[in-house]
């Protein structure tokens, strides 16, 4: 940390103290005791030749409001992210304790009408930790702000726009307004650049294709740090897609844990070969990223139900329930996203029925719920697989009415169309 309480009552702050000469801090050390903030037990100032100037609780003492042991990373980071700020003219305090909640935020900062939380973590915390320091303060009124050290993210040697994507990490996912996807933020306290990850489209569990770029700090404004930073997909995305959906048919049978069982046994019952799922699942959705479950698997399972009725009407909720059931026995798997907004892994669900209609493959009739209006395709061979995948993707860029699917996906903007086809057969029984 680098702010203590002296033993009369006074804010000591190290910020910068790496630029004092060592006299002056030799003695600062001995010149009186220092005591933390938030437990008020005594630490000790600690600095050296290739360490920040900084407090810390004496060997043995706990204190129960530090979750993780201080890495010289997180130190370095968060000064310069204060630093930052600072230079902007935006008014902010260092690690202040926050009584009501017994939080210390690692900078609480004002801009325009809004008070912020920003949050620098460079190792990785229980989900349930996390959700409850955004909790708290939000109950203060606080908008928090989570950057993680650059070091967690983990790119593909072979392709640059691929990454692996922690379950931690996704915890980071914010949207920003007119945006369709999340985000995640990234600082590197050794190259002093802010990475930015955006338009996160998973292929599994962790592999994701995603736009990634980055911006010295130097260079950086608050507002330009909050708001939307497009790229485009690069042009390799949808053969990279393919490809994923080929090694999704080749490996996942592969590897059979008690969930992957589960699952091939309801394909199976449903006359399905587990690598030979339906040509129309396994697609990307600007909102896929709500489902933690890999795409081709949900969306098999959104369609098993329309198969089993044979071109009857199935009612959105009857649909719903369906899912749900499969949730609770761990077959799929909604993304917790708690900084991303309110949608839920039904508005993926959703705009996966309005891809499928603009397709020709789905049918609403008002009031009974969706059907399948025509016959979906199931590979029998590796080369059906890759010719209907072409096909496919050939009617999907050729087919006007997905232009905004395409923009959306593509260039992360949000689209105008309403996606009636959800809407329209939920309360249908």
């Given at each position: 940390?680098?702010?203590?309480?002296?033993?009369?009552?006074?804010?000591?702050?190290?910020?910068?103290?790496?630029?004092?000469?060592?006299?002056?801090?030799?003695?600062?050390?001995?010149?009186?005791?220092?005591f933390?903030p938030?437990?008020?037990?005594?630490v000790?100032?600690?600095s050296?030749?290739?360490r920040?100037?900084h407090?810390?609780?004496?060997?043995?003492?706990v204190?129960p409001?530090?979750?993780?042991?201080?890495?010289?990373?997180?130190?370095?980071?968060?000064?310069?992210?204060?630093?930052?700020?600072?230079r902007?003219?935006v008014?902010?305090?260092?690690?202040?304790?926050?009584?009501?909640?017994g939080?210390?935020?690692?900078?609480?900062?004002?801009?325009?009408?809004?008070?912020?939380?920003?949050?620098?973590?460079?190792?990785?915390?229980?989900?349930?930790?996390?959700?409850?320091?955004?909790?708290g303060?939000?109950?203060?009124?606080?908008?928090?702000?989570?950057?993680?050290?650059a070091?967690?993210?983990?790119?593909?040697?072979?392709r640059p726009?691929?990454v692996?994507?922690?379950?931690?990490q996704?915890?980071?996912?914010?949207r920003?307004p007119?945006?369709?996807?999340?985000?995640v933020?990234y600082?590197?306290?050794?190259t002093?650049?802010?990475?930015?990850l955006?338009?996160?489209?998973?292929?599994?569990?962790?592999?994701?294709?995603?736009?990634?770029?980055?911006?010295?700090?130097s260079?950086?404004?608050?507002?330009?740090?909050?708001?939307?930073?497009?790229?485009?997909l690069?042009?390799?995305?949808?053969?990279?897609?393919?490809?994923?959906?080929?090694?999704?048919?080749?490996t996942f049978?592969?590897?059979?844990n008690?969930?992957?069982?589960?699952?091939?046994?309801?394909?199976?019952?449903?006359?399905?070969?587990?690598?030979?799922?339906?040509?129309?699942?396994?697609?990307?959705?600007?909102?896929?990223?709500?489902w933690?479950?890999?795409?081709?698997?949900?969306?098999?399972?959104?369609?098993?139900?329309?198969?089993?009725?044979?071109?009857?009407?199935?009612?959105?909720?009857?649909?719903f329930?369906?899912l749900?059931?499969?949730?609770?026995t761990?077959?799929?798997?909604?993304?917790?996203l708690?900084?991303?907004?309110?949608?839920?892994y039904?508005?993926?669900?959703?705009?996966?029925?309005?891809?499928?209609?603009?397709?020709g493959?789905?049918?609403?009739?008002?009031?009974?719920?969706?059907?399948?209006?025509?016959?979906?395709?199931?590979?029998?061979?590796?080369?059906d697989v890759?010719?209907?995948?072409?096909?496919?993707?050939?009617?999907i860029?050729?087919?006007?009415?997905?232009?905004?699917?395409?923009?959306?996906?593509?260039?992360?903007?949000?689209?105008?169309?309403?996606?009636?086809?959800?809407?329209?057969?939920?309360?249908?029984?």
């Amino acid at each position: 940390m680098f702010v203590a309480i002296s033993a009369d009552g006074r804010s000591i702050s190290l910020a910068g103290a790496e630029r004092w000469s060592p006299e002056r801090l030799l003695q600062l050390r001995n010149d009186e005791p220092f005591f933390c903030p938030a437990c008020r037990k005594e630490v000790v100032l600690r600095s050296g030749r290739h360490r920040l100037p900084h407090f810390a609780h004496r060997k043995g003492t706990v204190c129960p409001f530090e979750h993780e042991p201080e890495s010289e990373r997180h130190l370095t980071g968060k000064r310069d992210l204060f630093a930052w700020l600072v230079r902007q003219g935006v008014e902010a305090k260092l690690e202040p304790y926050l009584t009501a909640i017994g939080q210390r935020p690692d900078v609480l900062f004002r801009y325009g009408p809004h008070l912020y939380a920003l949050e620098y973590q460079c190792s990785p915390i229980d989900e349930s930790l996390f959700c409850e320091r955004n909790d708290g303060y939000r109950r203060l009124g606080i908008r928090p702000l989570w950057v993680l050290g650059a070091h967690h993210l983990q790119r593909s040697p072979k392709r640059p726009n691929e990454v692996s994507l922690s379950r931690f990490q996704w915890l980071f996912a914010r949207r920003v307004p007119f945006s369709a996807v999340p985000h995640v933020w990234y600082y590197s306290p050794e190259t002093k650049r802010f990475i930015f990850l955006s338009r996160p489209l998973p292929l599994s569990v962790r592999r994701t294709l995603a736009t990634i770029d980055s911006l010295p700090l130097s260079s950086l404004s608050f507002a330009a740090l909050t708001a939307a930073h497009p790229q485009p997909l690069p042009p390799t995305f949808w053969e990279q897609w393919l490809e994923g959906k080929k090694q999704w048919r080749r490996t996942f049978p592969l590897y059979p844990n008690k969930s992957v069982r589960r699952i091939c046994a309801d394909f199976y019952q449903a006359g399905i070969v587990p690598s030979l799922f339906p040509t129309e699942a396994g697609w990307p959705l600007p909102r896929g990223y709500l489902w933690e479950t890999a795409p081709f698997i949900w969306q098999t399972y959104v369609l098993l139900p329309l198969l089993r009725q044979q071109g009857k009407p199935l009612p959105l909720a009857a649909l719903f329930r369906w899912l749900d059931g499969k949730i609770r026995t761990g077959r799929l798997a909604p993304r917790r996203l708690p900084l991303a907004g309110q949608d839920t892994y039904r508005q993926a669900v959703r705009e996966y029925l309005h891809w499928l209609s603009l397709l020709g493959y789905l049918r609403c009739e008002k009031g009974r719920g969706v059907c399948l209006a025509k016959p979906l395709s199931f590979p029998a061979t590796v080369e059906d697989v890759l010719r209907q995948d072409a096909a496919l993707l050939e009617q999907i860029h050729r087919t006007p009415a997905l232009a905004t699917y395409r923009v959306t996906l593509e260039f992360g903007t949000e689209g105008k169309n309403e996606q009636k086809t959800g809407k329209e057969g939920e309360n249908s029984e």
